[in-house]
C-alpha cells in the first residue's frame, strides 16, 4: 500500500552526520553522527494499519465498505549513525489503531533494510493474527514478512479447540489489546528497553 497516498502529517526531522566523499551516496556510506524524525498530529490509512496488525475481520470490513483515516498520534525515528550503518534506539509509530514498536538496522553503503516491527493493537479483534512484521532486502526491493511459526500455532491452537468447542476455537484469535493510549515520551522509553544491535544508545529526539 502506498504511504504516501494513504496519509496526512508533517514530518520534521534534523541531523548531524559526518563523513567523506566524493558524491552523496559515499558520504552517506562513511557517515557518523544521529538523525531522527518525528510525525505528530497527522491521520493515516485505517487499512494499512489493520493489515499491519493482521486484524482479518477488520480487513474484511473495509474492504466492503471503504477505508478511512485515523489519527497518528506520535512517529519518532531516532538512529545512531556509524560508518553508514543506521541502528534505531527509538522508532515508534502509535496510531488510534495499533502502536508498532520497531528495533533494527539501516545500511546507507550496502543500501539494504533489516527492521523488525511489533504490532501492539489497542481494541478486541474478533479475528488477529498478531505477530512481529520483517521489513528486510534492498532499498530497491524490499521484502515484508510475518512470523510465520507464531501466525500458524495460532491457527492451530484455533483448530484443535474448534474440535472440543467450536466457539472457544476463537480464544487464540482474539486480541485482548495489551497497547493502550500513551504519548510520545512514555513510548519512546519502552522502544529503548528493547534489545538493539551493539552500539552505545543514543537521546530521545526532541522537537
Known amino acids: ?14 541531523f548531524d552526520l559526518t563523513g567523506k566523499g566524493d558524491s552523496v551516496g559515499s ?10 524524525l ?17 486484524h482479518l475481520w ?3 470490513s473495509l474492504n466492503l465498505t471503504g477505508d478511512r483515516l485515523v489519527k497518528l498520534r506520535c ?16 522508532l ?29 493493537t489497542k481494541k478486541t479483534s474478533p479475528l488477529a493474527l498478531t505477530s512481529p512484521i520483517y521489513i528486510r532486502g534492498s532499498f530497491a526491493r524490499p ?31 482474539i486480541d485482548a489489546g495489551p497497547g493502550e493510549d500513551s504519548d510520545c515520551g512514555e513510548l519512546v522509553r519502552e522502544a529503548r528497553a528493547l534489545p538493539h544491535a551493539p552500539g552505545a544508545p543514543g537521546k530521545v529526539l526532541k522537537k
Open 75 to 90: 512517529a519518532v525515528a531516532d538512529f545512531d549513525v556509524k560508518q553508514g550503518r543506521m541502528t534505531a534506539s527509538a
Open 1 to 14: 500500500m502506498n504511504l504516501n497516498r494513504n496519509s496526512i502529517g508533517q514530518v520534521n526531522g534534523q
Open 27 to 36: 558520504l552517506l556510506a562513511s557517515s557518523n553522527g544521529k538523525l531522527g
Open 143 to 173: 521484502t515484508t514478512e510475518v512470523d510465520k511459526g507464531r501466525v500458524a500455532l495460532r491457527a492451530i491452537g484455533a483448530v484443535g479447540l474448534g474440535l472440543i468447542n467450536p466457539l472457544l476455537a476463537l480464544i487464540p484469535l
Open 58 to 60: 477488520e480487513i474484511l
Open 92 to 120: 515508534v509509530f502509535d496510531t488510534q489503531v495499533t502502536t508498532l514498536i520497531g528495533t533494527g538496522t539501516i545500511d546507507l553503503g550496502h543500501e539494504t533494510l533489516d527492521l523488525t516491527l511489533n504490532p501492539r
Open 38 to 54: 518525528v510525525v505528530a498530529g497527522g491521520e493515516v490509512s485505517k487499512l494499512m494499519m489493520e493489515k499491519i496488525g493482521l
